[in-house]
């Protein structure tokens, strides 16, 4: 069973804080690394992929990946209210064309 | 330009029954993928699609699940004897069809299985 894990939280940070979130995955063939986010009611919505040990970043958003801790992760600096969601790490396997998705972490940012 | 497309939004049906789901991806798009995902749960992988043909249908959980996608483009994913377990938001996303490119998820078809 090839395994995402996340933690499900509520992860709450007040506004304007760094939130971290964290993906650790079962399958060392995993070739690339996802992160969506999800609004109550709402379908995924992709918020950056990684396929490279090391940090990309994207405006308040910056991925890590670390392939020999079979870790990925996401920080979302400035932490707005906005961002008040679901955050669902996802992986592609080796083998296949099928993402892996974990639960979801939920975060509130607070006023 | 349009994004993915899911018809119906909702669906409430009896347990017993036939349904079919349908999926509009983006245009262009040759890959086209079902998920399925539960209250409190990630999506689960249903079937993915490499144009006409299923490349992977190893995520249906049984045969009561079906989809098709006959000409390249717009998906059907169809169950038959629904049972309340089925009760879910199907998702359908599209990519453009290579290794690795990002999936882009339409809104998804709740249904309700009573």
């Known amino acids: 069973q090839k395994e995402v894990e996340q933690n499900s939280g509520p992860l709450s940070v007040p506004e304007g804080a760094i939130a971290s979130l964290n993906c650790t995955y079962s399958?060392?063939?995993?070739?690339?690394f996802f992160w969506y986010r999800q609004y109550s009611g709402k379908s995924p919505e992709l918020i950056m992929f990684?396929?490279?040990?090391g940090d990309k970043e994207d405006g308040r958003f910056t991925a890590q990946l670390n392939k020999a801790s079979q870790y990925v992760s996401l920080l979302i600096r400035d932490s707005q209210p906005s961002d008040s969601a679901t955050y669902l790490c996802?992986?592609?396997?080796?083998?296949?064309?099928?993402?892996?998705f974990g639960k979801g972490t939920s975060l509130l940012v607070t006023p | 330009g349009a994004g993915v497309s899911q018809t119906p939004s909702n669906k409430v049906t009896e347990k017993g029954k036939y349904v079919e789901l349908r999926c509009d991806p983006i245009?262009?798009?040759?890959?086209l993928y079902w998920y399925r995902q539960s209250l409190g749960q990630g999506p689960e992988f249903l079937i993915y699609?490499?144009?006409?043909?299923?490349?992977?249908d190893s995520g249906l959980p049984n045969d009561r699940f079906f989809a098709v996608r006959p000409e390249g483009s717009v998906s059907t994913l169809k169950i038959q004897r629904t049972e309340r377990g089925d009760s879910a938001v199907y998702l359908c996303?599209?990519?453009?069809?290579?290794?690795?490119?990002?999936?882009?998820f339409g809104p998804g078809t709740r249904l309700l299985v009573l």
């Open positions: 699609f490499q144009g006409t043909g299923a490349a992977d």
């Open positions: 996303a599209s990519s453009p069809g290579l290794e690795g490119e990002t999936q882009y």
């Open positions: 245009s262009g798009h040759t890959a």
């Open positions: 996802a992986v592609r396997g080796g083998s296949g064309y099928a993402l892996n």
């Open positions: 990684i396929y490279s040990n």
């Open positions: 399958d060392r063939g995993s070739q690339s």
